[in-house]
C-alpha cells in the first residue's frame, strides 16, 4: 500500500500543471547558472594553463550549480508539498484515505516517497548539466557523485520538513508559506545555535545543532567529503519530522 500511495502522488504531481511551473522555473535558473558558470570556465582556461593543479569544470562550474539548486530547492520543495495533506484535507478525501486498509504510518512514508522520487527527477536533471561537459574535458567523478548525494539528502530533508507543515492546516497556501519558514528558520537558527555552542566551548552540543540545518548538512559534499555525520544528520532529521506528521496525523483521527 505505501508503494501504491506513493505512486499515486507520484502521478499526481505529473499530472499538475503547478509541478510542471515548478520544475521548469527550476531548470531555467539552474541552467542560467551552470552557463554563466561554464562560460566564466572557459574564459579562464589560458589563465589555468600556467598554473601547477588548476581547478577543473567539476569544482568551478558543477559545484556553484549544485549550490543554486539547494537554494532553489528551499522555495520550490514547499510548493510542491503544501498539497500533500492540505488539499486532502480541505477536499475532505482525508476521511476516505485513513478509512482505507493502511496505517497512517503508511499514509506518510507512502507521500512522502511519491514527493522524493518527484524531486530526484529534478536532481536527475540538474546531474545532466555538468554530465554533459564530459565529452570535452575530464570530470571529478567522485566529487560529482557527493554533489548529487548532498542534494538529494537535502530534497528529501526539505520535503519531510515540508510533509509535516502541510499536516497542521487545511490550507495549501498556508502550508507553503509555514514550510518556508520553518525551513529557512532551521538554516539560520542550526547556524547560529552552532555557532554560539561553538563559541561557549561546548562542541558536541555544536554538532547536535548540526541536525537542525540541513543546509549546513550538505557543506560537505560540496567539498568533495562523504560526511558519515552529515548523512546521519540529515537521516535524523527526515525520521524526527515524519515521525511528528504520524503524529498530527494520528491525533487529528483520534479527534475526528
Known sequence: MILTIAGKELKALFASPLAWVVLTVTQIIV?????????????????????AN?????????????????????????????RLIAEERRNQ?????????VSITGIV???????????????????????????????????LA????GIALLAASFAAVSLFVSCLTVHPVAAAIG??????????????????LRARGWPVAASLAQVLSPIKN???????????Y?????????AFFLALAIRQLDAQRLRG
Open 31 to 51: 541552467g542560467y547558472v551552470f552557463l554563466r558558470r561554464l562560460d566564466d570556465f572557459l574564459q579562464l582556461q589560458p589563465q589555468f594553463l600556467q598554473m
Open 218 to 228: 550538505f557543506e560537505p559534499f560540496g567539498k568533495g567529503m562523504l560526511d558519515s
Open 179 to 196: 514550510a518556508f519558514a520553518a525551513l529557512l528558520g532551521m538554516m539560520l537558527a542550526g547556524e547560529a545555535a552552532g555557532d554560539g
Open 93 to 101: 478525501t482525508m476521511v476516505l484515505l485513513v478509512s482505507a486498509p
Open 230 to 238: 552529515a548523512i546521519a544528520c540529515s537521516a535524523l532529521l527526515i
Open 146 to 149: 557527493g554533489l548529487v548525494a
Open 54 to 82: 588548476p581547478p577543473g569544470a567539476t569544482e568551478l562550474v558543477a559545484a556553484p550549480t549544485f549550490g543554486t539548486a539547494a537554494g532553489v530547492l528551499l522555495f520550490a520543495v514547499p510548493i510542491l508539498a503544501m
Open 109 to 143: 512514508i507512502g507521500k512522502f516517497l511519491g514527493l522524493t522520487a518527484f524531486l530526484l527527477a529534478i536532481v536527475a536533471l540538474v546531474a545532466l548539466m555538468p554530465l554533459s561537459l564530459a565529452v570535452g574535458t575530464d570530470l571529478d567523478h567522485g566529487l
